[in-house]
């Protein structure tokens, strides 16, 4: 076709030449594409859904665990109404997770109970869950966004199946994501406290006293609201924070 265009722009030839050159070029086009021919897709062997349910639970015995979810991705692609389909999107949820692939062990979570709200794996699933929002909260100084959706799948976790083997270690995870949102908003009062905003500190710390009383900041907290409340002259507030302090945590090293 190059050539065509360069002989057509060449003003030395007549039209009936061009006209000529032109045939001649789809001639050679159309013989080019018998040549050559069509370019061959692959297409994918279809393999039996027992194959590779099989050949996936021994790349999971074997911590093959990338091999596994591409081959339990093939079974529910090549198979999508198997029997083994509910098994193998639970081996997902795992898979991933155990790769570190936390978002994409979310959606997968978030797929399978979806499509199998009775099962009796769901606080497996809850558990795998919130663990891979768990593996993925920062520092106190970061967004913690992870930290809430943590909470909020841990105590959904042990509020409908307080029972499960799974509960406790919930319960435990559970406790670092309310230190870890606790720990945040004491950050933030703090700098509003050195900044002498003692109103947006006193919001922020009142929040840790009354939303997160099991975390490890509380004694501080109440000892910052007695401290922000006498620099803002509330002298009864500021008694109030001191005395539960006192009575709740004698002990204190803030007291």
Request: hydrophobic share 40%.
């Amino acid at each position: 076709m190059g050539p065509v265009l360069t002989i057509t722009q060449h003003i030395g030839f007549s039209r009936q030449v061009v006209r000529i050159a032109g045939i001649g070029a789809v001639v050679l086009l159309l013989a080019g594409c018998n040549l050559f021919g069509q370019p061959k897709i692959k297409e994918e062997a279809i393999v039996p859904p027992e194959t590779l349910y099989q050949q996936a639970l021994g790349e999971m015995d074997a911590q093959r665990y990338v091999t596994a979810v591409a081959t339990l991705e093939k079974l529910e692609r090549q198979h999508p109404y198997s029997e083994f389909n509910e098994k193998a999107k639970l081996m997902e949820v795992y898979g991933n997770y155990r790769i570190g692939k936390f978002d994409e062990a979310i959606m997968a979570a978030d797929r399978y109970m979806a499509l199998y709200p009775g099962s009796k794996e769901t606080a497996y699933v809850l558990y795998l869950k919130g663990n891979s929002y768990f593996g993925q909260i920062k520092d106190i100084t970061r967004d913690q966004k992870i930290s809430q959706n943590a909470i909020e799948t841990y105590t959904l976790l042990i509020s409908n199946y307080p029972k499960s083997e799974y509960a406790k270690d919930a319960k435990d995870k559970l406790s670092v994501g309310v230190d870890q949102l606790a720990g945040k908003e004491m950050s933030v009062g703090r700098y509003y406290l050195g900044q002498g905003q003692y109103a947006a500190a006193i919001n922020r710390f009142r929040v840790v006293a009354e939303q997160f009383q099991g975390s490890t900041h509380i004694e501080e907290a109440l000892y910052r609201l007695t401290e922000a409340n006498l620099a803002l002259g509330l002298t009864s507030e500021a008694a109030t924070a001191a005395a539960v302090l006192g009575h709740n945590y004698p002990q204190s090293t803030w007291y």
